[in-house]
């Protein structure tokens, strides 16, 4: 591989969206931020100069950072902010992976406008293991706030209440004509009839599960998170915030003019309020137009009901890694270490002489077997290589919960979390399965789930409580899909499995933003072994300080 070079100048911009004007974080006056293209085996060095007034950090979403933490980005887990008039460069190499993923800011909920996609092509003497598109074009979709994301969040955080949703849902930046004043700002996919499109979808909404849909189309999906899928065909796609798809448009001939509405609207099926707004793009056909077809006028596609689970549980099944001679994967078939972690909502207690408005005069905290995370004040991973931990955190979090109960059944009175920087420190390669469960407290809701430094392989997912009697004899362990996001299903669980190869402080969240402030993670802590190319090396030079 080469080593391609990037320079991220992080400033303010002045946008108008939804004729509203206003200052947003931005990376080189772009927004979205850049395209990151490499290939398998290069090597990436980003220098990100921070000329903002807010804290920023970057992170490479998806990116296995193998023996490379210090590159990873999350703040207050792999580094401290990078400050204002502080620069940072993330220097890692693309190892295993190609496909798309995409980059965001790890700090507040900066990423609402800092990210862009990341595109990892094939090396050089490789193809795509299926037919070779004719173009390829990144759609990011995002979430917008009309006002600042920080203060919504801090708002939130302050009040114990829900944060107020988004304004908009954008395509590559923009809201579409189904939003008032915005009609001028849509997002258009101009393609020619008797083409192969290669569609790199990518889910960077806050909040926000997404079906999309084009009008009179239909996709062939050929990869997910980075890793190849078993290609199939369906007319709806399902993205979680953090996942990203690989999917081929196939155009036909079609009339003079002929153009069709693409929507994305979420799936929700919790009980607190949601961005419930629908955003339109247009697939535009350009010449030549079939004039003997009868022309008719722009089409819009139908979507799911707001909650339909069984919609997305069913696609979600759908996925298979490709598991050939060429990827043949490594799922572990035998386990050293199983976990069982529930997920969801709960509440803090209210601070004296403080009014909260969240569940009942409480505040809104999320949790992973009941402890909600609290970020410590310097990087756990700098704790972690240079004091073995120096009181900055606690290797307890519970394997298990402490206190199990009807997880998807009638909830507890008592829905308090516990508070704690807790991790679990695992030995080098250990082969880890952890259910993920999730519960009904505050109401079952589908949670994104994202580690660090990682793919995993989902082995299993099902509606109800995890029974660990019946449920592992149904695991796929020949060709399950290896992802970095998989959505635990509302009033379910999933099954992962992932070889813990790669020492360092790995975080693994919700995320939806709001659940990833409110606690929903925890970190892992894989130590390192025994040969020198089992270790994590030093700290560059240049590490930002807390
Ligand atoms: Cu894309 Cu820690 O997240």
Redesign the pocket.
Known sequence: GVTRHYKFNVKLKTITRLCKTKSIVAVNGKFPGPRVVAREGDRLVVKVVNNSPKNVSI?W??IRQLRSGWADG?SYITQCPIQSGQSYVYNFTITGQRGTLFW?A?FSWL?ATVYGPLIILPRRNESYPFVKPYKEVPILFGEWFNADPEAVINQSLQTGAGPNVSDAYTFNGLPGPLYNCSAKDTYKLKVKPGKTYLLRLINAALNDELFFRIANHSFTVVEADAAYVKPFETDLLVLAP?QTTNVLLKTKPQPPNATFYMLARPYFTGQGTFDNTTLAGILEYETPSDSSLKSRKLLKPGLPAINATNVVANFASKFRSLANAKFPGNVPQKVDKKFFFTVGLGSSTCPKNQTCQGPNGTKFAASMNNISFALPTTALLQSYFFSKSNGVYTSDFPAFPLHPFNYTGTPPNNTLVTNGTKVVVIAFNTSVEVILQDTSILGAESHPL?L?GYNFYVVGQGFGNFDPNKDPAKFNLVDPVERN?VAVPSGGWVAIRFQADNPGVW?M?C?FDVH?SWGLRMAWIVLDGKLPNQKLPPPPSDLPKC
Do not use: K, S, V, Y
Request: no cysteine.
């Open positions: 992170h979403h998806g999350p965001h790890h990423r953090g994202h660090h996001t975080l969240h995320h990833l």
